[in-house]
Protein backbone atom coordinates (compact mmCIF):
# COMPACT_ATOMS: atom_id res chain seq x y z
CA UNK A 1 0.00 0.00 0.00
CA UNK A 2 2.90 2.08 0.59
CA UNK A 3 4.44 1.50 -2.38
CA UNK A 4 1.38 2.75 -4.42
CA UNK A 5 0.81 5.85 -2.49
CA UNK A 6 4.53 6.77 -3.17
CA UNK A 7 4.25 5.99 -7.10
CA UNK A 8 1.09 7.89 -7.10
CA UNK A 9 2.94 11.27 -5.69
CA UNK A 10 5.69 10.47 -8.56
CA UNK A 11 3.23 9.91 -11.29
CA UNK A 12 1.59 13.20 -9.92
CA UNK A 13 4.71 15.19 -9.69
CA UNK A 14 5.17 14.59 -13.27
CA UNK A 15 2.05 15.25 -14.84
CA UNK A 16 1.69 18.56 -13.28
CA UNK A 17 4.61 20.21 -14.87
CA UNK A 18 3.60 18.57 -18.10
CA UNK A 19 -0.15 20.21 -17.59
CA UNK A 20 1.22 23.66 -16.89
CA UNK A 21 3.72 23.88 -19.99
CA UNK A 22 0.79 22.28 -22.14
CA UNK A 23 -1.48 25.60 -21.29
CA UNK A 24 1.61 27.96 -23.09
CA UNK A 25 0.44 29.92 -25.66
CA UNK A 26 2.74 30.57 -28.49
CA UNK A 27 1.22 33.94 -30.37
CA UNK A 28 2.10 34.60 -33.75
CA UNK A 29 2.09 38.47 -35.19
CA UNK A 30 -0.89 38.00 -36.60
CA UNK A 31 -2.92 36.68 -33.60
CA UNK A 32 -1.42 38.64 -31.26
CA UNK A 33 -2.46 41.99 -33.03
CA UNK A 34 -5.15 40.05 -33.36
CA UNK A 35 -5.75 40.39 -29.21
CA UNK A 36 -4.35 43.82 -29.62
CA UNK A 37 -7.37 45.03 -30.97
CA UNK A 38 -9.96 43.12 -29.31
CA UNK A 39 -8.31 43.60 -25.92
CA UNK A 40 -6.18 46.96 -25.48
CA UNK A 41 -8.33 49.55 -23.57
CA UNK A 42 -6.88 52.50 -25.16
CA UNK A 43 -8.02 51.35 -28.53
CA UNK A 44 -11.70 51.07 -26.78
CA UNK A 45 -11.05 54.97 -25.09
CA UNK A 46 -10.61 56.15 -28.77
CA UNK A 47 -13.52 54.64 -30.07
CA UNK A 48 -15.79 55.82 -27.07
CA UNK A 49 -13.67 59.52 -27.73
CA UNK A 50 -15.51 59.08 -31.38
CA UNK A 51 -18.94 58.08 -30.22
CA UNK A 52 -18.76 61.60 -28.06
CA UNK A 53 -17.91 63.23 -31.30
CA UNK A 54 -20.52 61.51 -33.14
CA UNK A 55 -23.09 62.24 -30.32
CA UNK A 56 -22.12 65.85 -30.79
CA UNK A 57 -22.94 65.95 -34.25
CA UNK A 58 -26.55 65.28 -33.07
CA UNK A 59 -27.12 67.79 -30.40
CA UNK A 60 -25.64 70.50 -32.68
CA UNK A 61 -28.64 68.83 -35.06
CA UNK A 62 -31.34 69.54 -31.70
CA UNK A 63 -31.18 73.56 -33.17
CA UNK A 64 -33.45 72.38 -36.27
CA UNK A 65 -35.84 69.85 -33.86
CA UNK A 66 -39.31 71.00 -34.55
CA UNK A 67 -41.36 72.06 -31.06
CA UNK A 68 -44.72 71.02 -30.74
CA UNK A 69 -46.97 73.11 -28.21
CA UNK A 70 -50.44 72.27 -26.78
CA UNK A 71 -52.38 73.68 -24.17
CA UNK A 72 -56.04 73.82 -23.08
CA UNK A 73 -58.08 76.38 -20.41
CA UNK A 74 -61.43 76.21 -19.23
CA UNK A 75 -62.95 79.54 -18.74
CA UNK A 76 -65.63 80.87 -16.04
CA UNK A 77 -66.27 84.18 -15.53
CA UNK A 78 -68.70 87.02 -13.93
CA UNK A 79 -68.55 89.84 -16.79
CA UNK A 80 -68.73 93.48 -15.23
CA UNK A 81 -72.40 94.68 -15.07
CA UNK A 82 -71.99 98.42 -16.67
CA UNK A 83 -76.36 99.00 -16.28
CA UNK A 84 -76.80 99.36 -20.05
CA UNK A 85 -79.27 97.23 -21.88
CA UNK A 86 -77.67 94.49 -22.42
CA UNK A 87 -76.16 92.16 -19.47
CA UNK A 88 -74.70 89.32 -19.10
CA UNK A 89 -75.09 87.05 -16.02
CA UNK A 90 -72.58 84.72 -16.64
CA UNK A 91 -69.90 83.43 -19.31
CA UNK A 92 -67.87 79.82 -19.51
CA UNK A 93 -66.51 78.09 -22.14
CA UNK A 94 -62.82 76.42 -22.96
CA UNK A 95 -59.86 77.77 -25.72
CA UNK A 96 -57.33 75.39 -26.73
CA UNK A 97 -54.41 75.85 -29.47
CA UNK A 98 -51.94 73.55 -30.90
CA UNK A 99 -48.84 75.25 -32.75
CA UNK A 100 -45.81 73.66 -34.51
CA UNK A 101 -42.17 75.96 -34.17
CA UNK A 102 -38.81 75.44 -35.68
CA UNK A 103 -35.55 77.64 -37.06
CA UNK A 104 -34.45 76.17 -40.59
CA UNK A 105 -31.44 76.18 -42.06
CA UNK A 106 -32.06 79.22 -43.75
CA UNK A 107 -32.46 80.98 -39.92
CA UNK A 108 -36.05 81.61 -40.66
CA UNK A 109 -37.85 81.07 -37.50
CA UNK A 110 -41.75 79.86 -38.51
CA UNK A 111 -44.77 78.93 -36.04
CA UNK A 112 -47.76 77.48 -37.97
CA UNK A 113 -51.23 76.62 -35.17
CA UNK A 114 -54.35 76.86 -34.73
CA UNK A 115 -56.62 78.51 -31.94
CA UNK A 116 -59.91 78.01 -31.17
CA UNK A 117 -62.31 79.35 -28.32
CA UNK A 118 -65.72 78.82 -27.65
CA UNK A 119 -67.68 80.58 -24.98
CA UNK A 120 -71.24 80.21 -23.90
CA UNK A 121 -72.99 83.35 -22.04
CA UNK A 122 -76.41 84.11 -20.70
CA UNK A 123 -78.19 87.38 -19.81
CA UNK A 124 -80.78 89.72 -20.89
CA UNK A 125 -82.01 92.61 -22.66
CA UNK A 126 -84.12 95.59 -21.33
CA UNK A 127 -85.92 98.01 -23.26
CA UNK A 128 -87.04 101.24 -21.87
CA UNK A 129 -89.39 100.41 -19.80
CA UNK A 130 -87.42 97.89 -17.98
CA UNK A 131 -88.61 94.76 -19.55
CA UNK A 132 -86.54 92.23 -20.37
CA UNK A 133 -85.69 89.58 -22.84
CA UNK A 134 -83.49 86.93 -22.09
CA UNK A 135 -81.12 84.81 -23.78
CA UNK A 136 -78.09 83.12 -24.22
CA UNK A 137 -75.45 82.62 -26.73
CA UNK A 138 -72.60 81.11 -28.46
CA UNK A 139 -69.16 82.39 -29.40
CA UNK A 140 -66.55 80.27 -31.92
CA UNK A 141 -63.42 82.08 -32.95
CA UNK A 142 -61.16 79.74 -34.49
CA UNK A 143 -58.05 81.25 -35.43
CA UNK A 144 -54.95 79.96 -37.46
CA UNK A 145 -51.73 81.98 -37.00
CA UNK A 146 -48.62 81.99 -39.50
CA UNK A 147 -45.37 83.67 -37.53
CA UNK A 148 -41.94 84.42 -39.52
CA UNK A 149 -39.12 85.90 -38.64
CA UNK A 150 -36.31 86.00 -41.01
CA UNK A 151 -32.31 87.79 -39.95
CA UNK A 152 -31.36 89.86 -42.39
CA UNK A 153 -27.44 90.96 -41.21
CA UNK A 154 -26.41 89.64 -38.32
CA UNK A 155 -27.19 85.61 -38.82
CA UNK A 156 -27.40 86.41 -42.32
CA UNK A 157 -29.75 83.70 -43.62
CA UNK A 158 -29.16 80.68 -40.78
CA UNK A 159 -25.27 81.55 -41.08
CA UNK A 160 -24.67 81.65 -37.41
CA UNK A 161 -27.20 79.12 -36.92
CA UNK A 162 -25.75 76.55 -39.18
CA UNK A 163 -21.95 77.01 -37.25
CA UNK A 164 -23.01 74.57 -34.62
CA UNK A 165 -23.80 71.92 -37.09
CA UNK A 166 -20.75 72.38 -39.13
CA UNK A 167 -18.53 72.57 -36.48
CA UNK A 168 -19.22 69.82 -34.67
CA UNK A 169 -19.41 67.69 -38.30
CA UNK A 170 -16.07 69.01 -38.97
CA UNK A 171 -14.75 67.74 -35.57
CA UNK A 172 -16.26 64.65 -36.33
CA UNK A 173 -14.00 64.09 -39.02
CA UNK A 174 -11.17 65.19 -37.17
CA UNK A 175 -11.75 62.84 -34.69
CA UNK A 176 -12.49 60.13 -37.35
CA UNK A 177 -8.40 60.96 -38.40
CA UNK A 178 -7.01 61.65 -35.33
CA UNK A 179 -8.76 58.08 -34.01
CA UNK A 180 -7.09 56.30 -36.81
CA UNK A 181 -3.91 57.93 -35.96
CA UNK A 182 -3.93 56.93 -32.52
CA UNK A 183 -4.75 53.53 -33.21
CA UNK A 184 -2.38 53.12 -35.88
CA UNK A 185 0.20 54.10 -33.63
CA UNK A 186 -0.89 52.03 -30.75
CA UNK A 187 -0.85 48.90 -33.00
CA UNK A 188 2.60 50.36 -33.89
CA UNK A 189 3.92 50.65 -30.33
CA UNK A 190 2.63 47.33 -29.60
CA UNK A 191 4.19 45.40 -32.60
CA UNK A 192 7.66 46.94 -31.65
CA UNK A 193 6.90 45.32 -27.66
CA UNK A 194 5.81 42.00 -29.62
CA UNK A 195 9.46 41.84 -31.52
CA UNK A 196 11.39 43.32 -28.88
CA UNK A 197 9.89 40.43 -26.52
CA UNK A 198 10.78 37.93 -29.76
CA UNK A 199 14.18 38.83 -29.91
CA UNK A 200 15.09 38.45 -26.13
CA UNK A 201 13.62 34.88 -26.26
CA UNK A 202 16.11 34.76 -29.30
CA UNK A 203 18.79 35.80 -27.02
CA UNK A 204 17.68 33.39 -24.14
CA UNK A 205 17.66 30.48 -26.62
CA UNK A 206 20.72 31.42 -27.92
CA UNK A 207 22.28 31.79 -24.45
CA UNK A 208 21.10 28.46 -23.35
CA UNK A 209 23.43 26.71 -26.27
CA UNK A 210 26.25 29.09 -25.53
CA UNK A 211 25.71 27.37 -21.78
CA UNK A 212 25.50 24.00 -22.94
CA UNK A 213 28.51 24.30 -24.70
CA UNK A 214 30.48 26.17 -22.10
CA UNK A 215 29.62 23.63 -19.63
CA UNK A 216 31.02 20.96 -21.95
CA UNK A 217 33.86 23.29 -22.57
CA UNK A 218 33.97 23.43 -19.35
CA UNK A 219 34.12 19.06 -18.31
CA UNK A 220 36.85 19.21 -21.03
CA UNK A 221 39.23 21.62 -19.42
CA UNK A 222 38.41 19.89 -16.25
CA UNK A 223 40.04 16.56 -17.73
CA UNK A 224 42.67 18.03 -19.10
CA UNK A 225 42.94 19.98 -15.59
CA UNK A 226 43.07 16.35 -13.61
CA UNK A 227 45.40 15.18 -16.51
CA UNK A 228 48.20 17.73 -16.33
CA UNK A 229 47.69 19.20 -19.77
CA UNK A 230 46.23 22.57 -18.29
CA UNK A 231 46.87 24.41 -15.56
CA UNK A 232 43.70 25.25 -12.73
CA UNK A 233 43.88 29.31 -14.24
CA UNK A 234 42.63 27.67 -17.56
CA UNK A 235 40.02 25.62 -15.37
CA UNK A 236 38.89 28.27 -13.39
CA UNK A 237 38.37 30.70 -16.79
CA UNK A 238 36.25 28.22 -18.24
CA UNK A 239 34.45 27.92 -15.00
CA UNK A 240 34.41 31.48 -14.85
CA UNK A 241 32.73 32.01 -18.64
CA UNK A 242 30.09 29.45 -17.87
CA UNK A 243 29.06 31.48 -15.25
CA UNK A 244 29.07 34.74 -16.91
CA UNK A 245 26.92 33.37 -19.43
CA UNK A 246 24.65 32.35 -16.75
CA UNK A 247 24.66 35.98 -15.23
CA UNK A 248 23.58 37.06 -19.03
CA UNK A 249 20.70 34.54 -19.07
CA UNK A 250 19.40 35.48 -15.65
CA UNK A 251 19.02 39.12 -16.23
CA UNK A 252 17.61 38.53 -20.31
CA UNK A 253 15.04 36.35 -18.62
CA UNK A 254 14.02 39.30 -16.19
CA UNK A 255 14.03 41.79 -19.03
CA UNK A 256 11.83 38.75 -21.27
CA UNK A 257 9.42 38.40 -17.73
CA UNK A 258 8.91 41.63 -17.63
CA UNK A 259 7.41 42.52 -21.38
CA UNK A 260 6.09 39.03 -20.94
CA UNK A 261 4.14 40.10 -17.71
CA UNK A 262 2.69 43.26 -19.27
CA UNK A 263 1.50 41.44 -22.35
CA UNK A 264 -0.52 39.41 -20.54
CA UNK A 265 -2.11 42.34 -18.26
CA UNK A 266 -2.88 44.26 -21.56
CA UNK A 267 -4.63 41.54 -23.33
CA UNK A 268 -5.98 39.67 -20.58
CA UNK A 269 -4.17 36.44 -20.84
CA UNK A 270 -4.58 34.03 -18.07
CA UNK A 271 -2.52 31.15 -19.64
CA UNK A 272 1.24 31.59 -20.09
CA UNK A 273 2.47 33.30 -22.95
CA UNK A 274 5.32 33.08 -25.26
CA UNK A 275 6.43 34.41 -29.02
CA UNK A 276 6.42 32.80 -31.77
CA UNK A 277 10.93 32.62 -32.30
CA UNK A 278 10.56 33.00 -35.88
CA UNK A 279 8.16 35.74 -36.25
CA UNK A 280 11.68 38.27 -35.92
CA UNK A 281 13.46 36.88 -38.81
CA UNK A 282 10.40 36.35 -41.16
CA UNK A 283 9.27 39.86 -40.99
CA UNK A 284 13.21 41.19 -40.91
CA UNK A 285 13.01 39.27 -44.67
CA UNK A 286 9.63 40.98 -45.64
CA UNK A 287 10.95 43.90 -44.67
CA UNK A 288 14.89 43.55 -46.35
CA UNK A 289 13.69 44.97 -49.82
CA UNK A 290 11.90 47.78 -48.48
CA UNK A 291 12.84 51.12 -49.76
CA UNK A 292 12.02 54.05 -47.22
CA UNK A 293 11.59 57.70 -48.77
CA UNK A 294 10.51 61.41 -47.65
CA UNK A 295 7.12 62.31 -48.42
CA UNK A 296 4.59 64.84 -48.19
CA UNK A 297 3.47 65.94 -44.84
CA UNK A 298 -0.20 66.95 -46.01
CA UNK A 299 -0.41 63.72 -47.52
CA UNK A 300 -0.29 62.07 -44.41
CA UNK A 301 -3.06 61.77 -41.65
CA UNK A 302 -1.68 64.49 -39.41
CA UNK A 303 -1.41 66.64 -42.06
CA UNK A 304 -5.28 66.21 -43.29
CA UNK A 305 -6.21 66.56 -39.44
CA UNK A 306 -3.73 69.81 -39.92
CA UNK A 307 -5.64 71.21 -42.98
CA UNK A 308 -9.57 70.38 -41.82
CA UNK A 309 -8.19 71.88 -37.90
CA UNK A 310 -6.97 75.60 -39.98
CA UNK A 311 -10.25 75.18 -42.11
CA UNK A 312 -12.27 75.38 -38.74
CA UNK A 313 -10.29 78.36 -37.56
CA UNK A 314 -10.93 80.20 -40.61
CA UNK A 315 -14.93 79.64 -40.42
CA UNK A 316 -14.75 80.63 -36.76
CA UNK A 317 -13.15 83.15 -38.27
CA UNK A 318 -16.14 84.28 -39.95
CA UNK A 319 -18.70 83.52 -37.84
CA UNK A 320 -17.40 86.12 -35.40
CA UNK A 321 -17.07 88.66 -38.15
CA UNK A 322 -20.83 88.29 -38.53
CA UNK A 323 -21.75 88.59 -34.86
CA UNK A 324 -20.09 92.02 -34.53
CA UNK A 325 -22.81 93.31 -36.90
CA UNK A 326 -26.50 94.75 -36.05
CA UNK A 327 -29.05 93.08 -35.89
CA UNK A 328 -31.86 93.12 -38.43
CA UNK A 329 -34.78 91.03 -38.46
CA UNK A 330 -37.74 91.26 -41.07
CA UNK A 331 -41.02 89.76 -39.07
CA UNK A 332 -44.47 89.01 -40.31
CA UNK A 333 -47.59 87.49 -38.46
CA UNK A 334 -50.53 86.23 -39.97
CA UNK A 335 -53.90 85.56 -38.21
CA UNK A 336 -56.88 84.20 -40.16
CA UNK A 337 -60.08 84.37 -38.07
CA UNK A 338 -63.54 82.31 -38.58
CA UNK A 339 -65.79 83.95 -36.21
CA UNK A 340 -69.29 82.61 -35.07
CA UNK A 341 -71.95 84.18 -33.01
CA UNK A 342 -74.97 82.52 -32.60
CA UNK A 343 -77.85 84.10 -30.17
CA UNK A 344 -80.59 81.36 -29.19
CA UNK A 345 -83.23 83.67 -28.21
CA UNK A 346 -86.39 84.01 -29.91
CA UNK A 347 -86.65 87.96 -29.77
CA UNK A 348 -83.14 88.69 -30.85
CA UNK A 349 -81.43 87.86 -34.21
CA UNK A 350 -78.54 88.64 -34.12
CA UNK A 351 -76.31 85.76 -35.60
CA UNK A 352 -73.23 86.71 -37.05
CA UNK A 353 -70.70 84.64 -38.56
CA UNK A 354 -67.79 86.09 -41.18
CA UNK A 355 -64.14 85.39 -41.78
CA UNK A 356 -60.94 87.35 -41.59
CA UNK A 357 -57.54 88.29 -42.30
CA UNK A 358 -55.28 90.09 -40.30
CA UNK A 359 -51.79 90.58 -40.48
CA UNK A 360 -48.61 92.71 -39.19
CA UNK A 361 -45.28 93.06 -41.63
CA UNK A 362 -42.25 94.92 -40.54
CA UNK A 363 -38.49 94.61 -39.67
CA UNK A 364 -36.39 95.16 -35.72
CA UNK A 365 -32.99 96.08 -35.76
CA UNK A 366 -30.90 96.04 -32.58
CA UNK A 367 -27.42 97.59 -32.60
CA UNK A 368 -25.29 97.00 -29.97
CA UNK A 369 -23.10 99.74 -28.26
CA UNK A 370 -19.85 98.67 -27.35
CA UNK A 371 -20.34 95.25 -28.65
CA UNK A 372 -17.86 94.06 -26.68
CA UNK A 373 -18.28 90.27 -26.28
CA UNK A 374 -18.69 89.86 -29.78
CA UNK A 375 -15.49 92.24 -31.01
CA UNK A 376 -13.35 90.07 -27.96
CA UNK A 377 -14.53 86.62 -29.76
CA UNK A 378 -12.88 88.08 -33.09
CA UNK A 379 -9.77 88.67 -32.14
CA UNK A 380 -9.60 85.77 -30.55
CA UNK A 381 -10.23 83.66 -33.46
CA UNK A 382 -7.40 86.24 -35.15
CA UNK A 383 -5.25 85.32 -32.50
CA UNK A 384 -6.26 81.26 -32.97
CA UNK A 385 -5.72 81.20 -36.40
CA UNK A 386 -2.49 82.75 -36.40
CA UNK A 387 -1.21 80.73 -33.17
CA UNK A 388 -2.18 77.81 -35.54
CA UNK A 389 -0.70 78.70 -38.47
CA UNK A 390 2.76 78.88 -35.87
CA UNK A 391 1.99 75.22 -34.61
CA UNK A 392 1.74 74.35 -38.38
CA UNK A 393 4.91 75.71 -39.05
CA UNK A 394 6.45 73.67 -36.07
CA UNK A 395 4.61 70.10 -37.23
CA UNK A 396 6.24 70.91 -40.39
CA UNK A 397 9.82 71.15 -39.13
CA UNK A 398 9.59 68.37 -36.92
CA UNK A 399 8.36 66.28 -39.40
CA UNK A 400 11.30 66.77 -41.92
CA UNK A 401 13.64 66.38 -38.87
CA UNK A 402 11.93 63.10 -37.88
CA UNK A 403 11.71 61.80 -41.72
CA UNK A 404 15.61 62.96 -41.56
CA UNK A 405 16.63 61.40 -38.43
CA UNK A 406 14.50 57.82 -39.87
CA UNK A 407 16.71 57.84 -43.37
CA UNK A 408 19.67 58.19 -42.24
CA UNK A 409 19.46 55.64 -39.39
CA UNK A 410 17.84 53.35 -41.82
CA UNK A 411 21.11 53.13 -44.10
CA UNK A 412 22.87 53.06 -41.54
CA UNK A 413 21.62 50.38 -40.10
CA UNK A 414 21.12 48.38 -43.11
CA UNK A 415 25.15 48.86 -43.97
CA UNK A 416 25.94 47.63 -40.24
CA UNK A 417 23.79 44.60 -40.32
CA UNK A 418 25.86 43.50 -43.66
CA UNK A 419 28.97 43.67 -42.18
CA UNK A 420 28.13 42.09 -38.45
CA UNK A 421 27.12 39.43 -41.40
CA UNK A 422 30.20 39.43 -42.49
CA UNK A 423 31.92 39.41 -39.08
CA UNK A 424 30.09 36.47 -38.10
CA UNK A 425 31.16 34.30 -41.14
CA UNK A 426 34.85 35.51 -40.31
CA UNK A 427 34.69 34.69 -36.55
CA UNK A 428 32.71 31.62 -37.20
CA UNK A 429 35.46 29.93 -39.49
CA UNK A 430 37.80 31.29 -36.81
CA UNK A 431 36.07 29.53 -34.04
CA UNK A 432 36.28 25.69 -36.46
CA UNK A 433 40.46 26.91 -36.99
CA UNK A 434 41.00 27.67 -32.87
CA UNK A 435 39.29 24.39 -31.78
CA UNK A 436 40.88 21.97 -34.09
CA UNK A 437 44.28 23.99 -32.52
CA UNK A 438 42.63 23.80 -28.66
CA UNK A 439 42.33 20.14 -28.82
CA UNK A 440 45.49 19.25 -30.50
CA UNK A 441 46.86 21.95 -27.70
CA UNK A 442 48.41 24.20 -30.04
CA UNK A 443 46.85 27.28 -28.49
CA UNK A 444 46.01 28.25 -25.09
CA UNK A 445 42.38 28.98 -23.41
CA UNK A 446 42.22 32.48 -23.90
CA UNK A 447 41.90 32.44 -27.37
CA UNK A 448 39.26 30.13 -27.80
CA UNK A 449 37.23 31.68 -24.88
CA UNK A 450 37.99 35.27 -26.78
CA UNK A 451 36.37 34.08 -30.16
CA UNK A 452 33.42 32.40 -28.38
CA UNK A 453 32.47 35.73 -26.61
CA UNK A 454 33.51 37.80 -29.90
CA UNK A 455 30.42 35.63 -31.72
CA UNK A 456 27.95 35.45 -28.45
CA UNK A 457 28.40 39.52 -28.84
CA UNK A 458 27.78 39.92 -32.77
CA UNK A 459 25.26 37.37 -32.94
CA UNK A 460 23.77 39.30 -30.06
CA UNK A 461 24.16 42.82 -31.46
CA UNK A 462 22.99 41.98 -34.97
CA UNK A 463 20.04 40.52 -33.89
CA UNK A 464 19.33 43.73 -32.17
CA UNK A 465 20.40 45.40 -35.40
CA UNK A 466 17.45 43.01 -36.94
CA UNK A 467 14.97 44.52 -34.32
CA UNK A 468 16.22 48.27 -35.10
CA UNK A 469 15.65 47.58 -38.94
CA UNK A 470 12.41 46.58 -37.93
CA UNK A 471 11.59 49.58 -35.30
CA UNK A 472 12.34 52.03 -38.09
CA UNK A 473 10.04 50.35 -40.24
CA UNK A 474 7.49 50.47 -37.72
CA UNK A 475 8.33 54.93 -36.98
CA UNK A 476 8.35 55.34 -40.24
CA UNK A 477 4.95 53.96 -40.89
CA UNK A 478 3.66 55.82 -37.78
CA UNK A 479 5.25 58.83 -38.88
CA UNK A 480 3.39 58.76 -42.69
CA UNK A 481 0.31 57.18 -41.34
Known amino acids: MKKLYLITIFITLILFPLKSNSEKEILKYDDFIKSVKEELLELKINENELEFSKNKVKEANSMYNVDLNYYINGIGKKPYND ?3 SVLDYSSGFNTGLNLSAT ?4 TKILIGGYYEHIYSNGYIKDSKDNRDYFNSSLYDPVITVQISQPLIYNWFGFIDRYARNDATQKLNIAKLKKEVDDSQLICVYSIKYYHWTSLKMILEKLKMVIDNATELEKQTLRKFQSNILGEDDYQKSVYNTLKYKLMYNNYQKEYDTIKNELKLSLNKEKEIEPDIISLDAKFSELQDVKLQKGDFYFTTA ?4 VLTK ?3 EYLKKINTNKTLPKLNLNGDMDIKFHNYLNNSENIDNNTSYGDIDFIVGIDFVY ?6 ARADYKNSLLLLEQFNL ?3 IMLLNYEKSINDILNIFQLVKDNISLKNDALISLNKRLRTETIKFNNAEIDLNNLLDTRNFILTEEIELLTLKLNYIIINFEYLKLNK
Open 368 to 373: PLGNHK
Open 391 to 393: EEK
Open 104 to 107: IPSG
Open 311 to 313: KNL
Open 303 to 306: GKVA
Open 83 to 85: LSN
